[in-house]
């Protein structure tokens, strides 16, 4: 069955970039027919808070991105729980898994990412899950639901999803071990310093972290369920459940056929715009680019995704809009610890300039690259942490006072006026009537 | 819409802005208690940033753009349409700190207490915000955003 009248936006993905992109064509354009197609069956939700939902109690509710009326205040027609399994872009058309097809005038890749899977003996165990969506955080819910017993897991991966699920099942009072590849837990995001504040906080609730390792294979004594993990060592950790937290990489299955170009991801210009004509992606599906690097790269975080979708949509609606770019940026505050990091986080080779400040249990260090800032990490203090992304973001030359940036007192003010005064309210409009009126000054009495 | 501009050459950086900011946002709305006695400590939305004799008196612009708002992991910000200020869901907000990271001021506060960031709202139920008319040098001035800015 063909859809005999073309929708105008069709967008698939209804999380950050999918609402970014709507909200955009929605500023730009009241009345053009907007569908979302998503197999999730959820109104949009925030899904960084699956572990809040996992930590309970958490009500589902509260995890809405957007308000309830929001798809009938922006006349967006859903179709939730339904999965696209095609796209044409010659025809103009996706096809959908129930059978539907779908034609479209503009059309947005905003499939997101999905968990790397490994091959591995015992993957297909019950107590095996994944931690990337609202469903994932349910099944784990249920699964714990059925024991009264005291629960241990094995968290494999020591990413941000490793240590989310953690965070979780640690306030679920479940005992957990991280397997950790690499040489520390959150290295993508973290340097070695910085990641030392998580350790610390992990192991004041007795998480055991194992890193320079990884999971060989899950075990099951009981016919399908999971009995441990057995390590690259041979060392076992006897376990009820396992999460695979190795990463994450592109939702790209409905372009596979399409010829439209994709590289990690879906190779997307400034505008959003991928290979094909008419055809945008953005979020972690996409490779759009990223500032530090000057080249485009994976940069799946959720800010990225809504803005990359805000341009999309902006583009997709006849408003020409480039792409500032993206980089890696997050926030964590894992245990009550707050640190902030974006771009790099340890310099690639002695071509980069690192500049370090240590004080009161506080962290901060950038990594500067030609004058411009190429990275920065903030922990234990994240405060103004907003002023150096920006810097990074607009590539501002720092190098005149680049020692302010890891200051103690660093602010505003210890930028030049050139770089603050665009960033407030600008010069103060002349001839607006001050709040008291001006006195004439005292006469100034010298002597007597 | 009405914002709060700084003339800098003529702060002093007493802090006085941040001093009666805390006070507005403190259940007794005294002074002493606001500083010494209240918990969770109430929270000044504003900043004053220092270096030599520059000082700067920092809030949230709500800006045209705002970052904050794309960033935010759980659409707890948001633009309120009757005001154009940039507004906080607290229900909605976690206090990840994403926004601290996002804004070129580095102005969303994070109430360590209550695990929200908390921010300006240039005084809703004032007249004018307080840290303006309680500035002593006529240093901060709340006016209406200029057409040719818009």
Not at chain 1, 125 to 143: C, E, M, Q, W
Not at chain 1, 189 to 203: R, S, T
Not at chain 1, 278 to 286: M, Q, S, T
Not at chain 2, 132 to 143: D, M, R
């Amino acid at each position: 069955m063909v859809a005999t009248r073309k929708i105008k936006y069709l967008i698939i993905g209804n999380s950050a970039g999918g609402i970014g992109a709507a909200e955009a064509i929605r500023e730009v354009d009241k009345a053009g027919t907007i569908t979302i197609v998503s197999d999730e069956p959820y109104p949009t939700y925030s899904r960084p808070l699956i572990s809040e939902y996992l930590a309970h109690p958490y009500p589902v509710e509260k995890m809405a991105y957007r308000q309830p009326d929001f798809y009938e205040k922006n006349k967006i027609k859903t179709l939730l729980g339904e999965k696209v399994i095609q796209v044409n872009p010659d025809k103009r058309t996706v096809k959908l898994e129930s059978g539907t097809t779908l034609a479209w005038q503009k059309l947005l890749l905003a499939t997101g990412g999905t968990p790397i899977f490994p091959e591995m003996e015992g993957n297909q165990l019950k107590g095996v899950f994944t931690f990337n969506r609202l469903d994932d955080s349910r099944a784990i819910d249920g699964f714990l639901n059925q024991y009264r017993n005291r629960v241990r897991a094995v968290v494999i991966g020591g990413g941000l999803i490793g240590v989310s699920v953690t965070e979780a099942l640690l306030r679920r009072g479940i005992e957990v071990t991280i397997v950790e590849m690499k040489d520390w837990i959150l290295n993508t995001i973290l340097d070695e310093e910085a990641a030392g504040f998580e350790v610390q906080a992990l192991a004041q609730t007795g998480t055991n972290i194992i890193t320079g390792h990884t999971a060989e294979k899950i075990n099951s004594y009981l016919p399908g369920e999971v009995s441990g993990v057995t390590l690259d060592d041979g060392r076992v950790f006897p376990c009820q459940m396992a999460v695979i937290a190795i990463g994450v990489r592109p939702r790209l299955e409905v372009v596979a056929e399409s010829g439209i170009k994709i590289n990690r991801g879906i190779v997307v210009d400034r505008r959003m715009a991928t290979s094909a004509p008419d055809i945008y992606a953005c979020g972690d599906a996409a490779e759009a680019f990223d500032f530090v690097y000057g080249v485009n790269r994976l940069t799946p975080v959720w800010p990225n995704a809504y803005e990359g979708g805000r341009v999309a949509g902006l583009n997709m609606a006849g408003t020409q809009t480039e792409y500032q770019g993206g980089t890696a940026m997050n926030a964590l505050k894992y245990f009550g610890v707050y640190i902030a990091s974006a771009g790099l986080v340890t310099p690639p080779d002695d071509s980069y300039e690192t500049l370090i400040n240590r004080y009161n249990g506080i962290y901060k260090k950038v990594i500067i690259k030609k004058g411009k800032l190429a990275g920065m990490v903030f922990a234990g203090d994240i405060e103004k942490s907003g002023i150096v992304y920006n810097l990074m973001k607009d590539r501002v030359d720092v190098s005149k006072f680049k020692e302010a940036l890891v200051a103690d007192d660093f602010g505003l003010a210890s930028l030049p006026e050139s770089v603050w005064r665009d960033w407030l309210a600008g010069a103060p409009p002349e001839g607006v009537p001050v709040i008291t009126s001006i006195e004439k000054p005292e006469e100034l009495v010298i002597g007597d | 819409m009405k914002k709060v501009y700084i003339k800098e050459d003529v702060c002093i950086g007493c802090g006085l802005c941040e001093v009666y900011c805390r006070l507005k946002h403190s259940r007794s709305k005294d002074l002493v208690k606001a500083y010494k006695k209240e918990t969770p400590r109430p929270l000044s939305r504003l900043r004053v940033d220092e270096s030599g004799i520059v000082s700067l008196s920092v809030r949230c612009q709500h800006c045209d753009d705002a970052p904050c708002i794309g960033a935010c992991l759980t659409g707890a910000l948001s633009r309120d349409p009757s005001t154009s200020l940039v507004i906080v869901d607290e229900e909605r907000c976690i206090g990840c700190g994403t926004c601290t990271l996002a804004c070129p001021l580095g102005i969303p506060k994070l109430d360590m207490a209550q695990k929200k960031m908390v921010k300006c709202d240039l005084c809703q139920d004032e007249e004018i915000p307080v840290c303006v008319a309680n500035c002593p040098n006529e240093a901060l001035l709340y006016a209406e955003v200029e057409e040719a800015l818009t």
